[in-house]
Structures are given as C-alpha cells and as structure tokens.
T-cell receptor, first 118, second 115 residues
C-alpha cells in the first residue's frame, strides 16, 4: 500500500529565512509519481510540481526547489527567502502507475502548515 | 481558462437533513474526482469518474452518499441523511486523463457543517 508521511505538522519562520518541508513516501511500485500541492487559506489546492520515479534530477523554480532521493524515499521541498505569501498548508502526494495503464488513487500526506511572519 | 468551480462554498445543515454539492470541472477534463478533507488531514478520495462512468467508488459510503455525473461534465455529490461526522470540506478536482502522472486541479471546496 502506498503511504506519504509529512512529519512536520507546523513550521514557523521569519520572512527571508529558508525553509525545508519534508516528505517521505512508501510504495511497492517501481513507477510512481510524486506531487506537491499548496493550500492557502482560501482552500483551493494549487499544483506545484510533479516528479517521476525514474527522474531523480532536482528541480528549481524561482524560490522553490525540490530534492528527490529514491535511496531514502524522500521528496523534500525548499523555499528560499520565504515570504508572507508563502504561508499555507503544503501537501505531498503519491500516485502509482499500474501495469494495466490505469491509475491508482492519489494519496496525500497530512500536510505541513507553514507560517511566515514579518 | 476557468478553474474547477464548486458551489456552494459553505453549507450549514442540521443532522438528518439532505445536502448536495455541485462541481463543474475544467473544460476538456474527462476525469473528475470528489475528495473529503477533514480538519488537519490531507484529502481522501471518495469517487473518481471517467466521463460519466464511476470507475472507483470504493471509498464512498454508499448507504448515505451518492454521486452522479450526467453527460460527463458537471457532477453532484449528495449526502442523505447527513450525520455530525460528515462535517468536513468536500473538494472536487479534475484532470485530463486518469494516468498516474496526470496532475489534478482542485476547486475551492465546500465546507459542510452539520449541527
């Protein structure tokens, strides 16, 4: 069974600090996909990134970067120079690719609430 | 491009009353999902549609929950009768395709309070 663990329930930082959100996953499949979503106070989950299990290259997008390490089953998310607008709940999620070509469900972690203050 | 639209945004009802939520997915997205999100938790899938067919409803409590997606576009999720434990946020999402790599786009959700 697939599982996603986000051990950090809540993180508070001061603006301009760097912050890393941890995500550890479990899966038996060799082909799977990892996602990060942001949920601001408005409630709508916003897609941030998707990573394939066969692509371990780290990715950077502006102030955001992601570190995917299959050896430790982790997919961590770093925000550099955090801003107040980054305050939200961040979810890591996992989906598997079945051999039949049909998707498994998307399994979410419990989320990490990030609070960025001035 | 318009995102996933849900209504109402908030609903307060008394227990044992019926309630319905509506979702309009992103144009062209054939896959539609309903999720339940409890406070402090991640979303959990209730049902997934491919066009008008419910292809995964294993997590839907069928004694009181029902859903439909007529014509493969809009969808309605119904609870009858509602219980106190149904208080949560109900999220709708859509994607172009049902493969594992297809990113899902979420609506703002309907926050249900059962008193």
């Amino acid at each position: 069974a697939q599982k996603v663990t986000q051990a950090q329930t809540e993180i508070s930082v001061v603006e301009k600090e760097d912050v890393t959100l941890d995500c550890v996953y479990e899966t038996r499949d060799t082909t799977y996909y990892l996602f990060w979503y942001k949920q601001p106070p408005s409630g709508e989950l916003v897609f941030l990134i998707r990573r394939n299990s066969f692509d371990e290259q780290n990715e950077i997008s502006g102030r955001y970067s992601w570190n995917f390490q299959k050896s430790t089953s982790s997919f961590n998310f770093t925000i550099t120079a955090s801003q107040v607008v980054d305050s939200a709940v961040y979810f890591c999620a996992l989906s598997e690719e079945r051999g039949t070509g049909t998707a498994s469900k998307l399994t979410f972690g419990t989320g990490t609430r990030l609070q960025v203050t001035l | 491009e318009a995102g996933v639209v849900q209504s109402p945004r908030y609903k307060i009802i008394e227990k044992k009353q019926p309630v319905a939520f509506w979702c309009n997915p992103i144009s062209g997205h054939n896959t539609l999902y309903w999720y339940l999100q409890n406070l402090g938790q991640g979303p959990e899938l209730l049902i997934r549609y491919e066009n008008e067919e419910a292809v995964d409803d294993s997590q839907l409590p069928k004694d009181r929950f029902s859903a439909e997606r007529l014509k493969g576009v809009d969808s309605t999720l119904k609870i009858q009768p509602a219980e106190l434990g149904d208080s949560a946020v109900y999220l709708c999402a859509s994607s172009f395709g049902d493969r594992g790599f297809n990113e899902q786009y979420f609506g703002p959700g309907t926050r249900l309070t059962v008193t």
